[in-house]
């Protein structure tokens, strides 16, 4: 069985020789560089003028740490997303949760604080990366899905619902109505949740239930504070 949380699974990378641990300072902005450089899954433990702050990258980027998120041969990656994902397993709301241990509202925000590394030549800015983005709508329910947030300021980031998307038909509902459309935003996932959240599923499939069935345990859910999500 796969571990479940994101620093299990960091563990377990470590465990079969798959995970990197740079302990010298490193610019922000050379992140990713770096990371695709590296053979292995790669942590940077100290983040220049971003102290107390770390970064993983490239956590399944090659079959075999693919297979360790999946717990199984990377062989059998492709075989066991079938069976798991035909046994969803509904969410299970929680009352509290750690992603809420600390909370920041209205001017207390201040995305500078994070490390937001630059990832491609072309691209506007650096980005939040590796997020689990839940969405609802009125008739087809929650959604989740993967979307890239570019910094554009302290208290604002930009997404694409250019391109089609789930989340796109759901803003495009809302925006329509002339409301907008909340989202609630996850990063630091155990990668199970994060294939649940890319996989291209029908509109009305629950990808919560989804991760849980690839879990084989019910992903467990806290109530946001500022958004009914």
């Keep these: 069985m796969a571990s479940k949380g994101f620093r299990e699974f960091l563990d377990d990378l470590d465990s079969v020789g798959e995970l990197r641990k740079i302990t010298k300072p490193v610019d922000c902005r050379q992140l990713s560089a770096l990371g695709e450089q590296a053979p292995e899954a790669t942590i940077f433990e100290n983040i220049k003028d971003y102290p107390g702050w770390r970064v993983a ?20 990656i492709a075989f066991e997303f079938e069976k798991k994902s035909a046994q969803p397993i509904e969410p299970l709301i929680v009352t509290k949760g750690a992603c809420q241990e ?12 994070i490390p937001l590394p630059m990832m491609h030549l072309f691209d506007g800015g650096p980005y939040i990366s590796g997020t689990f983005a839940i969405s609802k709508d009125p008739e087809f329910g929650l959604n989740v899905g993967c979307y890239r947030l570019m910094y554009r300021s302290p208290r604002e980031t930009g997404i694409d619902l250019v391109s089609p998307s789930d989340m796109r ?31 291209k599923a029908p509109i009305d499939t629950n990808e919560l239930a989804l991760a849980g069935g690839l879990r084989g345990e019910a992903l467990k859910m806290v109530k946001c504070q500022t958004v009914d999500l």
């Design 102 to 113: 600390v909370i920041l509202e209205g001017d207390e925000v201040d995305l500078t604080t």
């Design 57 to 76: 990258t490239a956590l399944v980027s090659t079959r075999k740490r693919l297979g360790v998120a999946m717990g199984c041969d990377e062989k059998r």
């Design 169 to 199: 038909f759901y803003y495009q509902r809302a925006f329509d109505q002339g409301k907008p459309l909340p989202i609630a935003i996850a990063i630091g996932v155990h990668p199970l949740d994060m294939l649940a959240a890319s996989y």
